[in-house]
């Protein structure tokens, strides 16, 4: 089975050391293509897999085919690999904005098997979480393929399409508005004395260990926050800020305004 990408960029990266890591592939099954000889170069070097100077190579060669490339770019590789792709291959797209009906129009190839993806950043470090959702044609065998490949660096699950804006808002951006409240942690650490790099690592351990009681536990987020709020304690009055603050909306006016935008650039 060959595995190939279009787009080597550092999701594409991500993705390609979790199936090694996981060993789902080994470096002779993946191929890859990207606009640069400097890109092909750095992943080839690092991954030891095979690069292609065309992406009508890949797609000849691919029977599991990523489309790792921004939205921006999406079309005209579409259009250029349309005929090339293989007639029983696996199309997966990790393109956010541009839903089933849409890669199925631009293929105009009714026998595709076609799926999206909504993998995020943190992958980069095999802590991904990823939304999957695929065509009506693409058997039960070829997605549960697909969700093994993605639970390679982290965690994948299946959702209808019409949830997939969302996934974009909850996982896909989210990363941006933790790294953001991490900042802002060290930030006024720092201005309390501490050193900004120890400032960081107490941050970001804090937001990696809270995580990870969330998934572990299976508590409720506010049980596990009624835990740490002692009667008269110090983080009852953190919470007291944080509420007045607004911190809550805020967060869900920017999930709203990213889900918003995802769903806007379909149509354009």
Do not use: W
Not at 204 to 231: F, I, N, W, Y
Not at 261 to 267: A, E, F, P
């Amino acid at each position: 089975m060959k595995i190939g990408f279009i787009g080597l960029g550092n999701m594409a990266g991500a993705m390609i050391g979790g199936m090694l890591g996981k060993k789902l592939a080994a470096p002779e099954d993946i191929i890859g293509s990207a606009r640069t000889d400097a890109t092909r170069e750095k992943v080839r070097e690092k991954y030891k897999v095979r690069t292609a100077e065309t992406n009508i190579q890949v797609a000849q060669e691919a029977d599991i085919l990523f489309l790792a490339v921004k939205p921006i770019f999406l079309d005209e590789v579409i259009a250029e690999i349309r005929k090339a792709v293989k007639a029983d291959a696996l199309v997966i797209s990790i393109a956010a904005g541009r839903d089933l009906k849409f890669l199925k129009e631009a293929f105009a190839r009714p026998e595709l098997k076609i799926i999206r993806c909504m993998p995020n950043t943190p992958a980069l470090v095999l802590e991904g979480c990823t939304g999957i959702c695929a065509g009506e044609e693409v058997p039960q065998e070829d997605l549960d393929r697909v969700v093994r490949l993605m639970e390679s660096f982290g965690k994948a699950s299946v959702v209808p399409e019409r949830l997939m804006d969302v996934v974009v808002g909850v996982s896909g951006s989210s990363p941006a508005y933790v790294f953001m409240f991490i900042e802002a942690m060290a930030d006024e650490a720092v201005a309390e004395g501490m050193p900004r790099k120890q400032a960081y690592e107490f941050a970001a351990q804090a937001v990696l260990g809270s995580a990870r009681m969330v998934l572990e536990t299976g508590m409720h987020p506010g049980e596990l926050k009624d835990m740490v709020c002692s009667p008269g304690g110090t983080t009852i009055q953190a919470v007291k800020v944080l509420e007045e603050k607004g911190m809550r909306a805020a967060v869900m006016d920017a999930m709203e305004a990213c889900i918003g935008k995802s769903r806007s650039m379909m149509q354009k």
